[in-house]
Nanobody, 114 residues
Framework: QVQLVESGGGLVQAGGSLGLSCAASGSSFRFLTVGWFRQFPGNERELVARITPGGIPDYADFVKGRFTISRNNAKNTVYLQMNSLKSEDTAVYYC????????WGQGTQVTVSS
C-alpha cells in the first residue's frame, strides 16, 4: 500500500513559480511511475507530467519548457517545479503512482492570478 501527500500549492501571480512535493509512504514507491495530474472544476483529471522509476520524465505539451518533474527515491518524494505560471494553470493538482495509476493523494490547490 502506498499513501501520497501533496504539498506546496498556493497563490501566485502570473509569470511566477511554485514547487509541489509528493511525499510517499511505502517501500514500493521507488518502483512506481509517478504522475502529476490536474483537475479543473467540472472536468476530468488530466496528466501534467510523469516520471518513471529510473527518472525519465514525460510532459504534456501545455507544460513543456515550463514545468519540471523530478524524484528522490531515497526520500520517497516526487517534485513538480512550475515556472512561468499562467492563469489557465489554476487547478487542483494531484499526485498519483502506479502503472496504471492507482494510488492518489488528496490534491493541492494552485491558483494563478492574472
Amino acid at each position: 500500500q502506498v499513501q501520497l501527500v501533496e504539498s506546496g500549492g498556493g497563490l501566485v501571480q502570473a509569470g511566477g513559480s511554485l514547487g509541489l512535493s509528493c511525499a510517499a509512504s511505502g517501500s514500493s514507491f521507488r518502483f512506481l511511475t509517478v504522475g502529476w495530474f490536474r483537475q479543473f472544476p467540472g472536468n476530468e483529471r488530466e496528466l501534467v507530467a510523469r516520471i518513471t522509476p529510473g527518472g525519465i520524465p514525460d510532459y504534456a505539451d501545455f507544460v513543456k519548457g515550463r514545468f519540471t518533474i523530478s524524484r528522490n527515491n531515497a526520500k520517497n518524494t516526487v517534485y513538480l517545479q512550475m515556472n512561468s505560471l499562467k492563469s489557465e494553470d489554476t487547478a487542483v493538482y494531484y499526485c498519483s503512482a502506479g502503472n496504471p495509476m492507482r494510488y492518489w493523494g488528496q490534491g493541492t490547490q494552485v491558483t494563478v492570478s492574472s
